[in-house]
């Protein structure tokens, strides 16, 4: 109860309207691009609910240049005039990192400019917010925390370092013990469509195969586990016995034997196959592994399930040591495990950090901690005098040198903006977009290389922040996370409590508080590449009217019997919708390259073309912060180096 949630563990919204843009006159981006809704003081995205993320307007001018119509009706772009030394596409943690990286090698007067499709920068780095009364509250609509499975690299800490960010203090901002007070454990929502009835149980394995404590608290938990899940005799001794027995499933063979087959099987199998559970386990277990892989235990390997420490491996002599083809993500690391840090809009605070040092007149302050209630002036992202310029709501769809990549001195960048479609120059470009993007925006690519990039298609996700007016229900309840097996968003957690810069969070259940859900819309059964695929499609295909309805049913059905009325408890939903999400990271079902080894696909697609790099957190395959970082400094590196 009071370690901290970590990614591992979390194992009718009305858009307020962006107002017309009445720009004063010296805020204008001056030249032939005409200044957008950025430039009037209306302007402020974090503030905007309803569907967010992948929100309406940030995807279509990509969407058009994939299905191969957007020239048929793009007209001549337009030539901005602008050059710059620098042009970074995507303007997440990775292209932010990048411009800031630059500027630290060409200089503080390099002229950089960076793009980006959606209305705010961050990219997955998302913040949400909400007004209660007088009261801000703060969401992660992203990007979570500072935390990776493997420690940081030098660069990564540097950076993080440079922000002023201390990774050691975060202790002093979380009331750990604050939920725990309450009497308020996890638990998990057994629904009668998946399961036999609507019922709450105790979560004995809050965190995938972990302790919730200690042993005996854990021994309690099962107890009470047993007593209220709506499952048969059988299921609820399978479930014990998978938790207690040590046996070793595999005799016979050497832990690398059993490491190599482990690999090849999926969990289900496993659990099914060989510890010979009841389908009714399978169930219960099948979406614990969805936060961190964005699908079930049918689609990740037994080997990485061992090292998330699930159970059923305690009688198996397997080697500690990471087996060949594990997930990064599944291997624990211990000093990894410290370096963590929540800010309560997740990493949008890296970001926003390192959108102050790129442009300090556009978010004021000096601190880490400052940053949290800082309010961005968005106005001040793209102004003519300023060496580094934002554009948000900028689709870049066209990236080539100006004549042989190989000899060109410059790179012209098109993109699409307010129905138009502009270009500039720049002597280098670093793509910190997604990768899957850059086969259709930069033709010149050797097709190797297209292939590649067009491989890392991402996890598909829903973060879902719902304000309510109190946590009553909660309290009453006994939890503040609970697991829902069958449910529409099959994590729901009271937000973490952290009070930081002035911000603080929900101390009592009669305040006002963020409850933040977790849905992938995978589809299990099949390989993973395909779950994520049908996923995305389904997120582009559901309406915000269906997502509000299905998360407003599953607070009043869970939280319905301690007093919850979705009507008057709820005053804001916040989805934010990730169809291109995690970073893909490799797996030994379905990936084969991966366990026999050979280059990876990552490797190729980030090599760098003439005078343009390629970073983004898919440069590495591997969905953390840290690596939007490494690869943004890697890219700044190549096209520097000369
Ligand atoms: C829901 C979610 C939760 C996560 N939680 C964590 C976490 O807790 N900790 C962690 O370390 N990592 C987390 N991650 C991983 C996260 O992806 C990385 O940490 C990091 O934020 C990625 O940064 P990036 O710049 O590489 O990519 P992104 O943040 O995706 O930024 C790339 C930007 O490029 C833009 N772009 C794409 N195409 C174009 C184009 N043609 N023109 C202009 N712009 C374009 C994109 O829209 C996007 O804004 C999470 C990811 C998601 C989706």
């Not at 059905?557 to 490799?586: K, S």
Request: hydrophobic share 40%; proline share 7%.
């Amino acid at each position: 109860m009071g370690r901290r949630i970590t990614r591992r563990d979390f194992l009718n919204g009305v858009a307020l309207t962006v107002g017309a843009a009445i720009v004063p006159s010296h805020l204008m981006a001056a030249g032939v691009v005409p200044p957008g809704p950025e430039a009037s003081p209306d302007y402020y995205p974090p503030a905007l609910t309803g569907l967010r993320g992948s929100h309406p307007g940030s995807f279509e001018a990509a969407h058009s240049l994939r299905d191969g119509t957007f020239w048929d009706h793009a007209g001549t772009p337009i030539d901005s005039g602008e050059k710059y030394d620098l042009i970074v596409v995507g303007g997440g943690i990775s292209g932010l990192s990048a411009a800031h990286f630059f500027r630290k090698t060409a200089g503080e007067k390099s002229r950089v400019l960076v793009l980006d499709n959606h209305d705010d920068f961050g990219g997955h780095a998302k913040r949400n917010e909400f007004r209660s009364g007088q009261r801000t509250m703060l969401g992660f609509g992203g990007t979570f925390s500072i935390e990776s499975p493997a420690p940081y690299s030098a660069v990564a800490k540097g950076l993080i370092e440079e922000l002023g960010i201390d990774v050691s203090s975060y202790p002093k901002y979380v009331s750990k013990d604050l939920y725990r007070s309450f009497g308020l454990s996890p638990k998990i929502f057994f629904d009668k469509e998946t399961f036999t009835a609507d019922a709450l149980a105790t979560n004995p394995m809050p965190r995938v195969g972990g302790e919730s404590e200690n042993d005996k608290t854990r021994s309690h938990a099962l107890e009470m586990f047993v007593k209220d899940a709506p499952l048969s005799a059988q299921a609820k001794a399978d479930y014990v016995r998978l938790l207690s027995e040590r046996v070793d499933y595999l005799p016979g063979l050497s832990s690398d034997e059993k490491k190599a087959r482990l690999a090849r099987m999926s969990y289900n199998s496993f659990l099914a196959d060989v510890v010979k559970v009841s389908p009714e386990v399978v169930k219960l277990f099948q979406p614990m592994p969805q936060p961190l892989f964005g699908v079930g235990f049918d689609a990740v390997s037994a080997q990485d399930a061992w090292g998330l420490g699930a159970p059923g491996f305690d009688g198996m002599n397997l080697d500690p040591a990471p087996g060949k083809g594990m997930n990064r993500d599944a291997i624990p690391n211990a000093e990894a495990e410290k370096y963590f840090f929540h800010f309560p809009d997740g990493n949008a605070s890296i970001a926003r950090l390192l959108v102050r040092k790129l442009i300090p007149e556009a978010i004021p302050g000096q601190s880490a901690a400052d940053i949290v209630l800082a309010r961005a002036n968005y106005a001040r992202l793209d102004q003519k005098e300023s060496a580094v310029r934002i554009r948000l709501n900028s689709t870049a769809v066209r990236v080539k040198h100006q004549g042989d990549p190989a000899s060109a001195q410059e790179v012209e960048v098109a993109y699409a903006r307010g129905g138009k479609v502009y270009t500039a120059r720049a002597s280098h470009c670093i793509l910190a977009c997604w990768h899957v993007v850059i086969p259709y925006i930069c033709e010149q690519l050797p097709d190797k290389q297209k292939q590649a990039l067009a491989s890392a298609a991402k996890v598909p996700l829903l973060y879902t922040n719902v304000a309510l007016r109190n946590w009553k229900a909660f309290q009453k309840l006994g939890t503040n996370a609970i697991y829902a097996p069958g449910a529409y968003h099959s994590y729901m957690n009271l937000d973490l409590p952290v009070s930081i810069g002035g911000y603080e969070c929900s101390r009592r259940p009669e305040d006002p508080i963020v409850v933040h859900m977790m849905k992938t819309p995978c589809k299990p059964g099949r390989p993973a590449r395909d779950q994520h695929l049908l996923g995305r499609i389904e997120l582009f295909n559901t309406t915000f009217e269906t997502m509000e309805r299905n998360i407003r049913e599953q607070l009043a059905r869970v939280l319905g019997p301690g007093g919850f009325d979705p009507a008057a408890d709820i005053t804001a939903i916040t989805v934010n919708r990730w169809p291109h999400g995690y970073a893909y990271e490799y797996n030994s079902l379905w990936d084969k390259f991966w366990l026999e080894g050979g280059e990876t696909p990552c490797e190729i697609a980030r090599q760098p073309f003439g005078r343009i790099a390629i970073a983004n957190a898919d440069a590495g395959a591997y969905a953390y912060t840290d690596c939007a970082i490494d690869h943004a400094h890697r890219a700044v590196g190549e096209i520097t180096k000369a």
